[in-house]
C-alpha cells in the first residue's frame, strides 16, 4: 500500500481520491474551486441520511429528535476541532454555524454595534479593515460607521511588478488605542497568497485590539489553527472545503464574552453557539459538514496507507489525520499548479495577478489577464470547452480596483483543488493556448 512520503508522487493518489467525488464523472473540468469546492459521496450520503433518520426539530426527547440534536452538537464539536479550537489547544473557544461566512460577520459585526452602543468594550470603538480581500470581512464593518464607529481602511501595498501584501508597517500606524479590531484575510482569493496572519495578530494584539480573520481562501489548503494564529475569530467557508453550504465562524471565549448574539432575548447571552444562531442552523447542513470529516479521515488514511477504519458515524477525525490529509492536499495542488503556474508565467500575453512562482505559501488560487482580450472573453471561450473557470472581481472589487483593472471585467480565475489531474491540468493549457491564440 502506498503512503504520503517523499518517494511516492502525491499525483498517484488522484485516481483513488476521485473514486470519492460522484461528481467528478461528468468529464467536466471544475477549475472554479475557490468558488466552491465537490463534495464527497461521505457528504451526499450524510444528508440523505439525516433527511430518512432525523428530519425533525432538535432538542425534544423523543428519538428522532434526539439523532437530529446529537448531530447538529457533532458538527459543532467538528467545526471546533477543525480551527483547533477544542479544550486542549489551550484556545477554547466556540463555533458558530450559518449560512455563509458573508452572512456570520454581518451577524458578528452587529453583536460589536450593539456592545459598542451598550458601553460594554470602553473606549474601544474604532475598527480597521484591510481591504484587499473579499467584501465579506468589508462591507459588514464598514457599515458601522453609519452608527458613529470610525473605520479605517488599510490598503495592500504593492511588493513587486504583480504582486501586492499586507505589510504590519502600514498597519501600525492605524493602531491606537481606541482600536477594537482588525479585520483581515489570511489569503487573498485573488492572489492565492498566505499572508502572516500570526504576526498581523500580534500587532495588534499588542495595541490592546482583536482580530477577526477571513480564512475563506486559505482553509481548503491549510489546515486552519486558530491555536496557533492567536486570533480571535476566524471565518471559514464550509462548502468550500468539501462540505455542505454553510460557514462556520470561530470566536475565543473571551471574544465571545462582552457581545450579545441576536437571537431571542430570554435566551441566555452564554448560550453558546444558540444565542449566535438565530433560528437554528441548517441540520442537514450539519450531517453534511460531518460527512466532510468522514471524508477527511478517509483521506488521512489514505495518506498513511492505513486502512480506513469503519468508523463509527460519531468518530471525528484526530488532529492528526486532519493534519495527514492536509499534508496530502498540499502536495497534490502544489505538484498540479507547477506546470500551470510555468506557462502562464511564460506566455507573452499573459500577465499573472499576483506571484508566478510555485513555492510555499502560494497556494492554487490561480489569476491573470491576457493583453488584448477581455477576461470576460477568455473565460467564456474556456467554458464552452468544458473548463469550469471565471472570470470577475470575486468579490474582492476593491482590491481589484485598487490595482488598476476593470472591476466588472476583472481576473480570469483557475482554481484547483486536490481532485483535479495532471491530464486537467495539461488540457487545460492547451485549451487556453488556442483559446488566446484565437483572440
Ligand atoms: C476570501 C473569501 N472570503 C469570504 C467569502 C465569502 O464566503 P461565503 O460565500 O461563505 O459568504 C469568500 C467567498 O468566495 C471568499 O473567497
Redesign the pocket.
Known sequence: MKTHTSTVSPLEFIPDIRLHFPSLRSGEVFLDN??GSQAPKHVIDRVCEYFISSFVQTGADYAASRRATHTVSLAHQFGCGFVNASSHSGHKGHCILGA????LLHTLAEAYAGAIAAGALGSRREIIVSTA??E??IWPWLKLEARGITVHQWHAVRSGDNTWTLDPDTLRPLLSDRTLLVAF?Q???IFGEVWDAATITGIAHRAGARVVV?G??CAPHILPDVHALGCDWY?Y?T??VFGPHM?CLYGSADAFAPLTGPNHPFIPRDALPTKFEPGGVCHEGAAGLLGSAAYLRTLSAMATGREPTAATPDELPSRDELKEAFSLIGAIEDALQRPLLGYLAAHPRIRVIGDSAAREGRLCTISFVVRGAESARVARAMNAQGFGCRFGN???RRLIEQIGLDPADGVVRISLAHYNTPDEVARTISALDAVIASI
Open positions: 475557490a468558488g455563509s461566512s458573508t452572512a480581500g473579499h465579506a470581512n484575510p489569503v487573498s482569493n477571513d475563506v481562501a471565518v467557508s462548502y468550500k460557514g470575486f468579490y474582492s
